[in-house]
Nanobody, 115 residues
Framework: QVQFVESGGGLVQPGGSLRLSCQVSGSAFTAYAMGWYRQAPGKQRELVARIFSSGSTYYIDSVKGRFTISRDNAKKTVYLQMNSLIPEDTAVYYC?????????WGQGTQVTVSS
């Protein structure tokens, strides 16, 4: 049973930064590509960034140059550094596999960008 525990969200002003963490348990973490997703009110959940086991990364266009995904295999943790935040980044952020998506999502962490 794979479990995800996300943390690090909060309320931040436009232009601010947050660092999200996702602790993964119950899986061969190092073998899997991992992803950060977000779901804004009234919208579908979308993939924001993914990181392969090799360390290579992918970002959606709207966060390129502002967000950085990373992973610590020893700690089985995935991070999302978010800089230059804008109101459109407001959402609940989740992590999960990037391609092999587990049915049970974590509780997510709320990010609110507002002045």
């Amino acid at each position: 049973q794979v479990q995800f525990v996300e943390s690090g969200g909060g309320l931040v002003q436009p232009g601010g930064s947050l660092r999200l963490s996702c602790q993964v348990s119950g899986s061969a973490f190092t073998a899997y590509a991992m992803g950060w997703y977000r779901q804004a009110p009234g919208k579908q959940r979308e993939l924001v960034a993914r990181i392969f086991s090799s360390g290579s990364t992918y970002y959606i266009d709207s966060v390129k140059g502002r967000f950085t995904i990373s992973r610590d295999n020893a700690k089985k943790t995935v991070y999302l550094q978010m800089n230059s935040l804008i109101p459109e980044d407001t959402a609940v952020y989740y992590c999960n596999g990037a391609f092999i998506i587990q049915a049970d999502w974590g509780q997510g962490t709320q990010v609110t960008v507002s002045s």
